[in-house]
T-cell receptor
Framework: ETGVTQSPTHLIKTRGQQVTLRCSSQ?????VSWYQQALGQGPQFIFQYYREEENGRGNFPPRFSGLQFPNYSSELNVNALELDDSALYLC????????????FGQGTRLTVV | RKEVEQDPGPFNVPEGATVAFNCTYSNSASQSFFWYRQDCRKEPKLLMSVYSSGNEDGRFTAQLNRASQYISLLIRDSKLSDSATYLC???????????FGTGTRLQVFP
C-alpha cells in the first residue's frame, strides 16, 4: 500500500450541499495534490498544496477549495454541489515539488443526487 | 484538443498476445512521461516512467518520441492479471501537476 489514506471511501450528498474530503499523506511527504476522476475519464488536476500553501490550481471553480495542515494532511472542500461533481476524488502525496513520484490514495467516491 | 490523447479501447486480447498502446501529447514543453495502471474502482499506480532511450521492465516496454510527441507501451505475453486501464501521463518542468489521458482499457481473456 502507498501509505496515503483518504476518508470517507464513499459518500452520497444532495445537490447544493457542501462536502469535505480528507487525505493523510505518506509519512515524510509535504506535498498533496487533488484530482477529480469522472467515470470513463482520466484524473483531472484540481490543485496542489506544498507546505500548507496552494501551489498550482487546475481549471476548477472557486467552490472547490482546500487546506493543508502542519502535519501535511489535507482537505478538499466543495460547496454548492452539482450533479456533475459526482466522481472519484483522488489525493496524491509526494516529497517536494517537481520530479518525485506521487503516490495515490484509494480515493473517495462522491455521488451527488 | 486534449493535452494527452489515447485510444480508449477496449482492447480484447487472448492470453499470450502482444498488445501496444499509443498516446500523443500536445505540449512540447512536457518534461516527464509515465504509464500508470488503474484497476477497476481503484487508484492509479505507477507502472513505469518513459525515457527517450526507451525502457523495459520485464514484459513491458515503453518508448518516447519527443519529435512526434508520441508515447507507447508494449505488453508482451499478456496475462489475465494485465486486465486494467492504462493511463498515459505527462508532467511539465518543476511541477507535480500530472496530466492524464482518458486511459486505454485492456481485457485479456483465457
Amino acid at each position: 500500500e502507498t501509505g496515503v489514506t483518504q476518508s470517507p471511501t464513499h459518500l452520497i450528498k444532495t445537490r447544493g450541499q457542501q462536502v469535505t474530503l480528507r487525505c493523510s499523506s505518506q509519512s515524510g511527504h509535504n506535498t498533496v495534490s487533488w484530482y477529480q476522476q469522472a467515470l470513463g475519464q482520466g484524473p483531472q488536476f484540481i490543485f496542489q498544496y506544498y507546505r500548507e500553501e496552494e501551489n498550482g490550481r487546475g481549471n476548477f471553480p472557486p467552490r472547490f477549495s482546500g487546506l493543508q495542515f502542519p502535519n501535511y494532511s489535507s482537505e478538499l472542500n466543495v460547496n454548492a454541489l452539482e450533479l456533475d461533481d459526482s466522481a472519484l476524488y483522488l489525493c496524491a502525496s509526494s516529497l517536494g515539488v517537481g520530479g518525485t513520484e506521487a503516490f495515490f490514495g484509494q480515493g473517495t467516491r462522491l455521488t451527488v443526487v | 484538443r486534449k493535452e494527452v490523447e489515447q485510444d480508449p479501447g477496449p482492447f480484447n486480447v487472448p492470453e499470450g498476445a502482444t498488445v501496444a498502446f499509443n498516446c500523443t501529447y500536445s505540449n512540447s514543453a512536457s518534461q516527464s512521461f509515465f504509464w500508470y495502471r488503474q484497476d477497476c474502482r481503484k487508484e492509479p499506480k505507477l507502472l513505469m516512467s518513459v525515457y527517450s532511450s526507451g525502457n523495459e521492465d520485464g514484459r513491458f516496454t515503453a518508448q518516447l518520441n519527443r519529435a512526434s510527441q508520441y508515447i507507447s507501451l508494449l505488453i508482451r505475453d499478456s496475462k489475465l492479471s494485465d486486465s486494467a486501464t492504462y493511463l498515459c501521463v505527462v508532467k511539465g518542468y518543476n511541477t507535480d501537476k500530472l496530466i492524464f489521458g482518458t486511459g486505454t482499457r485492456l481485457q485479456v481473456f483465457p
